[in-house]
């Protein structure tokens, strides 16, 4: 999670170089590759400014869920809203570039 500062979500496009896809404030989910096998991150985050964050420990926390499934579900709860967010963002964003017809 990420307490201070603001961190550019980017993805490298062959022949373009990074490309960010998203821009991250104060309060923002970073990231939840620890939750997901394999527990890799899919894309690079780059810090804008002086940025602090929350780190966890994945293998423990997932353990944790494990074991007390009320964590858990309220756990994922969190994260879903974070998904839809980010899904409809990307929706958007996608409109944005490709949305416009012949004459538009």
Not at 15 to 27: A, Y
Not at 50 to 57: A, C, F, G, I, P
Not at 64 to 88: F, H, I, K, N
Request: net charge positive; hydrophobic share 40%.
């Amino acid at each position: 999670m990420l307490r201070r500062g603001t961190v550019a979500i980017e993805t490298h496009v062959p022949g373009r170089g990074p490309v960010r896809l998203e821009t991250l404030h104060d309060g923002d989910v970073l990231g939840w590759s620890w939750l997901v096998p394999p527990y890799r991150t899919s894309f690079d985050a780059r810090a804008l400014r002086t940025t602090r964050v929350v780190s966890v420990d994945g293998a423990c926390l997932r353990a944790r869920c494990e074991t007390d499934p009320a964590l858990g579900y309220a756990l994922l709860r969190l994260l879903a809203a974070v998904w839809v967010s980010r899904l409809e963002d990307a929706r958007l964003r996608l409109l944005d570039m490709y949305g416009k017809g012949p004459h538009g």
